[in-house]
């Protein structure tokens, strides 16, 4: 915990930039029958019975410093495209970073050896000597940025049915640029000398 946190105390550096991931899904839903517009006095209507259509893996980045948010969707969530994301990551967004601090969970593809089982050793090792990965403790996913902004666009965009992988892709761009072009960066508030006195009992007795 105090790692991720001295993480998020650091001042911008674009060699070195901070950048939190997480993921989530998002079942597909088809409609059987087509709801029924709202009208005066008469709110949508929308039947129970839906289509069920496949599941969307989501991928969330944000860069707390500069509020960059980055999503994307999936059909599936395996060492192979988180790799894929790593890569992508590294090479489209922050080409010119030495290093990317990546704070994320320890789910089990969360880590170097899906780079080895994606790419030859060569560029495995590549986009591995250009990570510094921080991982958040057990039961502290709250400390993930991005597990926050995950919540903020699924209360703002996934809040419905959505039918297909195609609708889901226009959705979260047009959700993040939206989000990216009018908010900042995220202020921090929570230190370790706070973390200490709140969370207490989460420390060793000595």
């Not at 990546?102 to 789910?107: G, K, P, Q, R």
């Not at 080895?116 to 986009?127: D, I, K, V």
């Not at 991005?146 to 195609?166: F, N």
């Not at 226009?170 to 989000?179: G, I, K, P, Q, T």
Request: aromatic fraction near 6%; glycine fraction near 2%; include cysteine.
């Amino acid at each position: 915990m105090e790692d991720v946190l001295e993480i998020y105390h650091m001042p911008y550096d674009p060699a070195y930039p901070v950048v939190c991931m997480d993921e989530s899904c998002k079942q597909l839903v088809g409609e059987v029958t087509a709801p029924i517009p709202c009208a005066p006095g008469r709110a949508l209507r929308i039947d129970d019975e839906y289509i069920r259509n496949g599941v969307a893996e989501i991928f969330m980045e944000v860069e707390p410093l500069t509020g960059r948010r980055h999503v994307v969707a999936t059909e599936r969530r395996t060492r192979k495209d988180w790799a894929l994301q790593i890569k992508e990551m590294l090479d489209e967004r922050y080409p010119e970073a030495i290093k990317v601090r990546l704070v994320m969970d320890n789910l089990n593809t969360h880590n170097t050896a899906s780079l080895y089982e994606t790419f030859e050793p060569l560029e495995a090792r590549r986009l591995a000597e250009r990570l510094d990965i921080h991982l958040t403790p057990k039961h502290g996913s709250w400390l993930n940025m991005a597990e926050i902004e995950l919540s903020v666009l699924k209360g703002q965009c996934l809040d419905r049915r959505i039918p297909d992988m195609t609708t889901m892709q226009a959705e979260l761009v047009a959700w993040m640029n939206d989000r990216n072009n009018r908010t900042n960066k995220i202020s921090w508030q929570f230190t370790t000398p706070e973390a200490r006195i709140k969370l207490k009992h989460l420390y060793p007795k000595i």
